[in-house]
């Protein structure tokens, strides 16, 4: 399950779920909306593994779905400008990215910064999800990314491995 509140609005909420289902709502949990039909491309019970509400426009958030126990290890990953009304499909692997995704993320500080931790490492694109490039600074291994956070004083990018424990990246903001 992944759960996002709006730091724009506390009343927008996005929850995410293991069994496919991705829905929104904008008054505080009274009414939801299931916008999993608005994805395409995306096959039927992909598991929601992030979801991620903006930290700059409240119409929009970013999703990273699971699908390798479905035998696919290719990455997942969303976002939409209207609410989840549509969805564009940023991450797959026509744009290099190796690995199923786990979590996505937008930088504090550049709001076309954005950040996907995958099965194969950290991959992150300057321009709003158009190119990716993997991170390889630091000799970062290519390790799982399960988590990320950036801390907001520093700009420092705090990565949670499986098996390569913690990473803390300086200054990332290019």
Do not use: C
């Not at 999703?63 to 126990?69: L, M, P």
């Not at 970062?140 to 990246?169: C, E, K, N, Y």
């Amino acid at each position: 399950y992944s759960i996002s509140e709006s730091p724009k609005n506390g009343k927008l909420i996005w929850v995410g779920t293991d069994d496919g289902n991705l829905q929104l709502t904008r008054d505080g949990g009274d009414h939801w909306s299931n916008v999993t039909g608005n994805l395409a491309g995306l096959p039927k019970n992909s598991w929601v593994n992030w979801v991620q509400a903006s930290n700059y426009d409240e119409g929009t958030a970013y999703a990273a779905f699971d699908r390798h126990t479905f035998g696919d290890m290719n990455p997942y990953v969303y976002n939409t400008a209207d609410f989840g009304k549509t969805w564009t499909r940023i991450v797959g692997p026509d744009k290099g990215v190796r690995g199923y995704a786990f979590v996505v993320k937008e930088d504090t500080v550049k709001s076309d910064l954005l950040f996907v931790g995958t099965e194969w490492g950290l991959w992150v694109s300057p321009d709003g999800g158009k190119q990716w490039a993997q991170f390889k600074g630091g000799n970062f291994p290519s390790a799982a990314v399960r988590d990320l956070v950036i801390q907001p004083r520093d700009s420092d990018l705090v990565l949670a491995t499986h098996g390569r424990g913690i990473w803390i990246v300086d200054d990332i903001t290019p």
